[in-house]
């Protein structure tokens, strides 16, 4: 068989093209439902139902389980979502995934996608210059559509010609009749290409392909598919590595469900397989028949004949062309019998193991346990977010969103602290009130850059206007708080200076620092709402508004009286000193929670 090195590299652009295409798809999609995908994730309880079908939905809309998955471990790493709830959306998720094999089946091979795809890239291109995002989200769907079409056309036609070969074609027969021992070769198969690829949908592409094309029989086909369940858990799995118990609990449990459901079915493979064929038979053929079929054409034929009746052109001879859509109609049946196979495996794996979710949490507990971490190492970290789990570029913003709201909570313990440290009497309490002001600072500036550092990622992919604007609101708001963490150590020092100088404030200069205290913690409190909001409105940003002019007349009229007060000997310039630094940072503290919400006001508004 001529087949060389550059036959071998044209295939692996061809799996190139194919995935290229999945990916450009699957984010213009993502740009197409925007908000309202980030609704669909967030509306996730713990309902099990809700859980698998909020996983089919996403999977189906996005094409790609992995990035579900991928996803669903980042949202537990976050918090955002528990174990239980995440094994039913993962759940979901594997069913989702199957809706690639059926467009793959139904239009792949029924009708050619292929002579369209040239076509549609014409479509797509006016779109791109469309001022409306909408419109360009539109145009990159199309466009990878047609790609991952384009895609799967090289795909079949760069694969080894093995019906001109039938000594390629007996060597591979060799070990699809050995019983149970070809269904776990080729299952390993299945799984060692999916591991390869990173894409479940890429390896059951190429195994609709190998099946339709007659090289392997149909219960290989399967057994491939099975190993493909497999191979795709790995993804998610490697990302969890750093992440914390929860997440790496969440990718086990994709393992462990897959691995289970493909255990159970291996028990019951061969009568499954005979009612997926049966199914299969009643609504186009059966998905048998092909492999047998193009054994005995390669006996009957020569390789160019071959090449003729399992090619794509058109072919003059009226018995090879009749042969050629006999060969056609075979290989329609075969992928739509895959597909259905495919689907009945996770829905009845689904259907089964949906009852035992609490179980399968148990032992995901049992085999990743809980471990000490040091206290400075989990306040050192993001709360919401994980590098190493950037999943797709606009719902990673989701967990931006969260981030930045527990960045602000941050900020409001900070001027808790302070107002301990002002009300305290002892002097440890002082002391320790600043240590932890101090480190709480420290931290601050941490998050201020992995915030960044995080966006910045998230912005090399591909976002539409919305998520490109909000990366820039995002930006802008952890420097604004981090300036604000910048404020309560100032406040913190101040009064820790006081404390070394042996100054005491007075009691009214303490009772008028608590009321604009409380003014101030006011404004990081609405500051937090909105960051935590999801529909910000003009009349939240004019609440803020409202609350940082009552912080600067509150301000001016301290200072009036601090100046009368200081004129009158109340008190000592070393303590109006203390006092209108604090009095200071209280303002700049409101001008920054102000900043922050007219960022998010601009980019929601």
Known sequence: MSYGILDFITLLGSLGLFLYGMKVMSEGLQKIAGERMRSILSAMT???????????????????????????????NAGLLNLAESISVIMGA?????????????????????????????????????????????????VGFSLLFLGLQFLKTSMPDLQSNPDALAFLQRYTDMGYLSVF????IGTI???????????????????????????MATAMVLGENIGTTITANLAALKASEAAKRTA???????????????????????????????????PHALHGYAIQLSESYGAAEMSLITGNEPIADPTLHALQQEILTMSTCVSIGISLFHTLFNFCN???????????????????????????????????????????????????HKEMGAFGDRTLEMLRLVQEQLNAEDESIVLARYNEIEKNENICDRLEVEIVNFVTRVSEGDLSSEGKASVRQTMRAASEIESMGDSCFSMGRALMRAHNQN???????????????????????????VLNKHNVTAKDALSSYDIENEIDN?????????????????????????????VDECEHFGDYALNVVQAVAENKV
């Open 350 to 400: 689904v259907l089964v193991l949906i009852w035992f979710v609490p179980q399968i949490e148990r032992i995901c507990k049992l085999v990743i346990r809980d471990k000490k971490k040091d206290e400075e190492s989990e306040v050192s970290h993001l709360k919401y977010l994980s590098p190493r789990m950037l999943s797709v570029s606009e719902l990673s913003l989701f967990q931006v």
């Open 94 to 142: 594997n069913i989702g995934t199957t809706v690639t094999a059926w467009i793959i089946s139904l239009l792949g091979f029924k009708v050619d996608i292929a002579s369209f795809a040239v076509p549609l890239l014409a479509i797509a291109v006016p779109l791109f210059f469309s001022k409306k995002s909408n419109r360009v989200a539109w145009g990159e769907f199309i």
């Open 193 to 219: 290409l999916t591991i390869i690829v990173q894409s479940s949908s890429a390896t059951v592409a190429i195994t609709l392909i190998m099946c339709s094309k007659g090289w392997i029989p149909f219960e």
């Open 185 to 188: 070769i080729f299952l390993l």
């Open 503 to 529: 100054v005491k404030l007075n009691s009214a200069l303490i009772q008028s620092l608590n009321a604009l205290l409380d003014l101030t913690r006011t404004s990081a409190v609405r500051m937090v709402e």
């Open 252 to 286: 086990f449990s994709h393992f462990l469900f897959n691995i289970t459901g493909v255990c159970w079915v291996l028990i019951v493979y061969y009568p499954f397989t005979h009612l997926v064929a049966n199914i299969c038979t009643a609504i186009c053929g059966d």
């Open 46 to 76: 713990s309902n099990r139902v809700l859980g698998v079908l909020t996983g089919i939905v996403v999977t189906a809309l996005i094409q790609s389980s992995s990035a579900t998955t991928l996803m669903v471990v980042s949202f537990v």
């Open 554 to 582: 509150m301000r001016d009229s301290l200072i009036q009286r601090d100046m009368v007060d200081l004129k009158a000997k109340k008190y000592a310039y070393k303590e109006s000193v203390i006092y209108l630094d604090i």
